[in-house]
């Protein structure tokens, strides 16, 4: 396998982009001052039989500029362009249904992977075990400019312990996931009713039928900024975390522990 990002082999990556194992989605909208990192982080890795698409949803800053030189080096990265703005489950199910591989993983373009050896270690355990249908990673938080905030999270790593809080405790960070394609279809691809939490709604869809996984390494860095935690986003969140647990009541156990939390995270979002 290649590991040099910076000269890539031309070899590797005309046979990579004919037949890539994984489709990379990176959703992205005005992230131009963040998404370099996070594009350096998929060709750092040592595991390169992937694509990466970029699906731009109407961005009105210089994403595609910043794009562009990545575009020209490696034929591995696609670029596609939404002239409205479409919102973020539109634009996942949009990336996905272009994609070639039997693997996704996803990837918002204000975080970045932390390790060179995340997506190997991923498709090697969904291709050791056909009931997997979704795994992750734990986390790292940094800033806006990229600088760790010393907050780390973690979460439980088999499937019975997932499944036990998944109802009510989301335990995978959307940019640190990787799941089948084929699982992704079965679940119907993300609710584009949900505005902020289409991610959760989707992970139960898929552990209907297969079972959940994390690794425990710090794999991800998660950036916190003023675009994702603003007051509404977490009102927006805590409605629609109601609705996630009504949805899927009947298949996860917790539901009243989760009713209690889910109210609590309503009043919260009102007086933060």
Same mark, same amino acid.
């Not at 990466?52 to 562009?68: H, K, P």
């Given at each position: 396998m290649n590991t040099d990002p910076k000269k890539p082999s031309s070899t590797l990556i005309a046979s990579a982009a004919a037949a890539p194992i994984v489709s990379i989605v990176m959703p992205t909208h005005n992230h131009a001052n963040f998404i370099a990192e996070a594009i350096e982080s998929v060709r750092m890795q040592t595991f390169d039989q992937w694509e990466?698409? %970029? /699906? #731009?949803? !109407?961005?009105? #800053?210089?994403? &595609?500029? /910043? /794009?562009?030189p990545f575009l020209k080096e490696d034929a591995r990265i696609r670029y596609i362009r939404q002239e409205e703005n479409k !919102? %973020?489950?539109?634009? &996942? *199910? *949009? !990336?996905v249904a272009q994609s070639q591989g039997r693997h996704i993983a996803m990837l918002d373009s204000d975080d970045a992977w932390a390790s060179s050896d995340k997506l190997a270690l991923q498709v090697a355990a969904l291709d050791a075990d056909p009931k997997l249908g979704i795994i992750g990673t734990w986390l790292e938080i940094i800033d806006e400019k990229g600088v760790p905030t010393g907050a780390m999270l973690s979460y439980p790593q088999d499937d019975a312990g997932i499944r036990a809080k998944e109802i009510y405790r989301n335990a995978f960070a959307q940019s640190s996931v990787v799941f089948r394609k084929d699982a992704f279809t079965k679940a119907g691809g993300y609710d584009g009713r949900f505005v902020v939490t289409d991610d959760h709604d989707l992970w139960l869809k898929i552990g209907r039928s297969y079972r959940f996984a994390t690794l425990p390494r710090y794999d991800l860095k998660y950036r916190r900024h003023s675009g994702n935690i603003t007051r509404t986003r977490r009102i927006t969140a805590a409605h629609e975390e109601l609705e996630i647990l009504r949805r899927h009541r009947a298949y996860y156990p917790g539901f009243y522990k989760g009713l209690i939390k889910g109210f609590a995270r309503l009043a919260l979002a009102f007086v933060r």
């Open positions: 990466l698409l %970029i /699906v #731009d949803d !109407g961005s009105t #800053d210089d994403t &595609r500029a /910043v /794009v562009e !919102g %973020i489950a539109f634009t &996942r *199910n *949009n !990336g």
